[in-house]
């Protein structure tokens, strides 16, 4: 069955930096992204690649995130780097794969940016 398995995420001061990265198998993606979702907030997307070079980011992290994907065989794994770091970024963060028309998501791991 699908599996994402999250890593990453914890606590660090604004202007630091943080890496996420997601571990995808059991399944062909067509792509994976980063979610995020803030205290009261809607979930929304961060940065979705769909090859090497093939991306898109949302305007607040454009310039500061940087995703990147790795496959072999049997596993996908999807970094998200992030340099810059605001508090505003503070959010649980959730790995997203897609799969014939069907999302997968993380469990989601804690980014809080302190100021």
């Known amino acids: 069955q699908v599996q994402l398995v999250e890593s990453g995420g914890g606590l660090v001061q604004a202007g630091g930096s943080l890496r996420l990265s997601c571990a995808a198998s059991g399944s062909i993606f067509s792509f994976m992204g980063w979610y995020r979702q803030a205290p009261g907030k809607q979930r929304e997307l961060v940065a979705r690649i769909w090859s090497p070079g093939n991306t898109n980011y949302a305007d607040s992290v454009k310039g500061r995130f940087t995703i990147s994907i790795s496959r072999d065989y049997a596993k996908n794994t999807v970094l998200l780097q992030m340099n810059s770091l605001k508090p505003e970024d503070t959010a649980v963060y959730y790995c997203?794969?897609?799969?014939?028309?069907?999302?997968?998501w993380g469990q989601g791991t804690q980014v809080t940016v302190s100021s």
């Open positions: 997203n794969a897609r799969s014939s028309s069907v999302d997968y």
